[in-house]
Nanobody
Framework: QVQLVESGGGLVQPGGSLRLSCVAS????????MGWYRQAPGKQRELVAG???????NYVDSVKGRFTISRDNAKNTVYLQMNSLKPEDTAVYYC???????????????WGQGTQVTVSS
């Protein structure tokens, strides 16, 4: 089985920073693309940032210049550094990974359980 576990969420004031981490564990041969999504109450889940195994990144326009996604392939970990946080960034943040469990297997997407980020004064 494969598990993704997020950490680092919490309550922060506007303008503050948080760093989210997501560790993948279990039977893993390779992780291709990894990403961070978020879902605010009453809204659809949206892609915040994605990163390929080689380090290419993409961001939703609303976080460009404020958030940075990175990964450590040796540790099967993806990070999201969030700076200049705004109240509209408040959401549950989920990580996912496109994982191949065995060398002969296909890639499948796995999700973490989510971590709450609240930006409020």
């Amino acid at each position: 089985q494969v598990q993704l576990v997020e950490s680092g969420g919490g309550l922060v004031q506007p303008g503050g920073s948080l760093r989210l981490s997501c560790v993948a564990s279990g039977s893993i041969n390779m992780i291709n693309t990894m990403g961070w999504y978020r879902q605010a109450p009453g809204k659809q889940r949206e892609l915040v940032a994605g990163i390929t195994r080689g380090g290419d990144t993409n961001y939703v326009d609303s976080v460009k210049g404020r958030f940075t996604i990175s990964r450590d392939n040796a540790k099967n970990t993806v990070y999201l550094q969030m700076n200049s946080l705004k109240p509209e960034d408040t959401a549950v943040y989920y990580c996912n990974g496109n994982v191949r469990r065995w060398w002969y297997d296909s890639f499948n997407v796995y999700w973490g359980q989510g971590t709450q980020v609240t930006v409020s004064s």
